[in-house]
């Protein structure tokens, strides 16, 4: 497990399995400012991901990505339409945050698990 851009990893094989929480450019997180990016993680930044996502599916590599198609209203209408495009496989989370303070905040939210690969198991886990 690392904590560095996913720019910075370029050595893998075959074998390898990403996982990327990248910051959700349609919420109000702290991170989002306080990336190496002069204007935090922006629609821009996703695209770029996108394509580095791209590269690794197309040698081979399995990944997941942690995401929000929803949040308090506002759609990343941009990732649907990426994940369709490419046919992703995405699983919905279906998450209950009982005791937090944005319980009321998760009732709009469609938290994804976006993948390039199938599982047989994954199912049964959302």
Not at 5 to 29: H, Q
Not at 49 to 61: A, D
Not at 72 to 85: A, F, L, Q, S, V
Not at 103 to 118: F, K, R
């Amino acid at each position: 497990i690392y904590h560095k851009s996913y720019e910075e990893f370029t050595d893998f094989d075959k074998d390898c399995f990403c996982y990327f929480d990248i910051p959700y450019t349609n919420t109000n997180a702290c991170y989002n400012g306080e990336t190496n990016l002069v204007d935090g993680w922006t629609e821009k930044s996703d695209y770029k991901f996108f394509e580095y996502c791209e590269k690794l599916n197309n040698r081979g590599i399995r990944f997941a990505i942690s995401n929000v198609f929803k949040n308090k209203g506002k759609e990343n209408t941009h990732i649907k339409e990426w994940c369709e495009k490419n046919n992703w496989i995405v699983h919905h989370l279906r998450m209950k945050y009982a005791g937090h303070s944005y319980e009321s905040a998760n009732m709009e939210t469609d938290e994804v698990l976006i993948c390039n690969y199938e599982n047989k198991y994954m199912n049964c886990l959302f």
